[in-house]
């Protein structure tokens, strides 16, 4: 081949590209240049099957917590029958060149390996290719809502598939975008492709749960809006809008509150279109789905009961995350209990209605907590304030623990489902626990504003911590590291790319609460245990840029890694220099401090790794009878080695006032990290 280079006279661009051409053609002798040439090919995504798995192995084992994020993982094109590959070749999706059949193909094949298993929606009715001819001609909008969502969260192999991946994500929801207003408006036409069917149900729910790369960004185009024109009076300050948009709470209200709001809006929206939808198809009738209809087959039944099923999940969580009233009927609850299994019901079919069962007693439970405890902001805070909330947590506790019984005794389920079930589990625990976080800030506010109105006494916040107050934080703290560990257990596993925006949402919302359960005190252990958590849960969640740089998980996990080291350094112990607790300076405040740790500091011995001196307990009990003696120098040590933050009134988890959230998740939420002394 050199002497052929050598030899031969260059005259146009024509003979250059035929010597380039004699040179792919000529076979390769040396194994380092083979080796070379296979590597150069599979970093181009042309490489073959066993080079490609070998990329997705590389990629799958490659640790999250590298700062920098290594290569988004290929996925291999599906092997397809002809006659499939002619039916999508009808497609108008194929016939406009956006992507191939068997692209097509390879879509719809990995959503349901991927993406469908983290959520209860679809059925693998339509993973099956024979089944594909339905999808395509009778189920319209459910073929593009698949067809979009794993076009965001899957590349494929070839020249530009990043590119190209983003392309037809855009042109897919563009065509959603249109079915739905078809629907808004009831604008159906007179062919087999249908809009208001129970798969546009399921789309609605599946959007929920996946959104479009879209919802990141501005509309395309925007009416004329009066506040464009900039006042005279008022000119804007370069400046300070530099200054904002570098702050951290400008980047949280940008890139993660304003993202998580918009979603939740545009959720209740689909919802509220899924549910009127489905009050139209008969779902909420008072007949049993599997009877209702002589002429549909088995799998429109089954399909009748999941979409009744799922609206009730899907609605209520939502509507109680945002602080809204549901949609849904008050007859709906009866018709969701647990009912004996039909002989029409395959196995599969029983072990899905079991899940959504225990679902459904998880969704019930937390509606139960919400009505009592945040009827009105008014009766929360008397709730809180005479601490009969301690007896609505004690009578909480048992049921969170017969959920779990009955979660652990599921046999025959998926993984992900038992993951899906394991998140929604301790989001109950830590989400009724904080509540007495949520106390703690109030009773120390009041008495802060009935002594002298001043918000920096330490010694305030220290006489409001009760020994309940302090279980309650531990299984706040605890339920929170197990949702972040089961996070960075699927980052581990290369599947939490692929994970619903509801799990993301919780996850976040974990992280949150931890950060302020931590915040009312926590052994030194312990501290060091949590904190290393949330630093994996970090990396983790940053993993996922890799794949979507504008993906909510990865801006929320660069902006809190850049403030947990702040976090870190600013703990105090519990004790002042000269030994007192909470820098109290009077025996009557000592008194009242004693007694408080006599309570608090017992439950402690309960939580890995801390060791209680066992003196403790009859030391601080004389100390309450006896105010003038003082801590012994071993009790000291203990003490010492409970750590705090200075408090602020933003570790409240919940905002009272308004709308009343369930997740926590609010603009000022994180103000208390944000307003640390850097």
Not at 374 to 383: E, G, N
């Amino acid at each position: 081949m050199s002497q052929t280079l050598m030899r031969t006279i260059v005259s146009s661009s024509n003979d250059a590209l035929g010597l380039l051409f004699k040179a792919v053609e000529q076979p390769i002798d040396s194994g380092d240049q083979d080796g070379t040439q296979q590597e150069e090919i599979a970093n181009l995504g042309f490489n073959d099957a066993d080079n490609n798995q070998s990329t997705q192995d590389s990629v799958r084992h490659e640790t999250p917590y590298s700062t920098a994020p290594g290569p988004p993982p290929l996925h291999q094109l599906s092997v397809v029958s002809q006659d499939v590959l002619q039916l999508w070749n009808r497609c108008r999706f194929v016939k406009q060149g956006w992507l191939s059949a068997r692209e097509a193909v390879t879509y719809v094949d990995l959503f349901f390996k991927n993406c469908a298993p983290y959520s209860p929606i679809i059925t693998d009715y339509y993973s099956s290719h024979s089944n594909h001819l339905t999808l395509v001609t009778e189920e319209t909008l459910l073929c593009c809502t698949i067809l979009s969502i794993s076009s965001r969260v899957h590349i494929l192999p070839g020249l530009g598939g990043i590119a190209r991946g983003h392309f037809i994500h855009g042109c897919l929801w563009g065509h959603l975008e249109h079915l739905i207003s078809r629907v808004i408006f009831g604008q159906e036409k007179i062919s087999t492709a249908k809009t208001r069917t129970l798969g546009t149900i399921e789309s609605f729910l599946l959007m929920t749960e996946w959104h479009p790369r879209s919802l990141h960004f501005p509309p395309k185009s925007e009416g004329w809006d009066c506040a464009l024109l900039a006042a005279p009076d008022a000119p804007e300050s370069i400046e300070r809008q530099e200054v904002e948009e570098h702050s951290a709470l400008y980047r949280w209200r940008e890139e993660v509150f304003e993202p998580a709001k918009r979603s939740d809006r545009m959720s209740w929206m689909l919802v509220g279109a899924a549910t009127t939808l489905a009050h139209e198809l008969g779902i909420f009738s008072d007949q049993d789905a599997f009877s209702r209809v002589s002429d549909e087959n088995n799998v429109s039944k089954v399909r009748r009961m999941r979409v009744r099923m799922l609206l009730y999940v899907y609605v209520n969580q939502l509507a109680m995350r945002i602080g809204c009233t549901t949609l849904l009927p008050e007859t709906a609850p009866p018709l969701m209990r647990d009912r004996s299994p039909s002989p029409l019901m395959t196995t599969q079919v029983q072990q899905w209605q079991t899940i959504m069962s225990c679902w459904y007693e998880m969704t019930k439970l937390m509606e139960t907590v919400t009505d009592m405890c945040f009827p009105s902001a008014d009766i929360t805070r008397q709730l809180l304030l005479s601490g009969r909330y301690n007896s609505l947590l004690n009578h909480f506790q048992p049921l969170i623990k017969q959920i779990y019984a009955k979660a652990n005794k599921l046999e025959g389920i998926s993984d992900s489902m038992h993951d899906l079930l394991f998140i929604e589990y301790h989001y109950i625990r830590l989400y009724i626990n904080s509540i007495a976080i949520q106390a703690v800030v109030e009773r120390a506010q009041a008495q802060d504003i009935a002594s002298d109105g001043s918000s920096t006494r330490k010694g305030v916040f220290f006489t409001n911590v009760s020994g309940n107050d302090r279980a309650f934080n531990a299984e706040v703290i605890d339920a929170a590291c197990q949702i972040l560990r089961k996070t960075v257990y699927l980052s581990k596993a290369g599947t939490l790319c692929y994970a619903p925006v509801r799990i993301y949402l919780r996850v976040i919302s974990a992280s949150i609460f931890l950060l302020k359960a931590i915040s009312l005190g926590v052994g030194n252990h312990d501290l060091h245990v949590s904190l290393g958590v949330l630093d994996e849960c970090i990396q983790a969640l940053q993993s996922n840029q890799r794949l979507d740089e504008m993906h909510l998980s990865a801006r929320y996990g660069t902006l809190l890694a850049r403030h947990v080291k702040r976090f870190r350094a600013n703990f105090v112990t519990s004790l002042s220099r000269d030994g007192q607790i909470g820098n109290s300076s009077t025996s009557q405040g000592m008194n009242n401090l004693a007694v408080n740790q006599q309570a608090s500091y017992l439950p402690a011995s309960q939580i890995e790794g801390i060791n209680v001196n066992p003196s403790l307990f009859n030391h601080l009990q004389n100390t309450r009878l006896n105010p003038s003696l003082e801590l012994r120098g071993e009790d000291r040590g203990f003490l010492d080695d409970w750590l705090v933050q200075p408090f602020d009134p933003g570790i409240a988890p919940f905002e009272l006032g308004g709308p009343q959230s369930q997740t926590g998740f609010e603009i000022g939420s994180l103000d208390f990290l944000w307003n640390m002394p850097s």
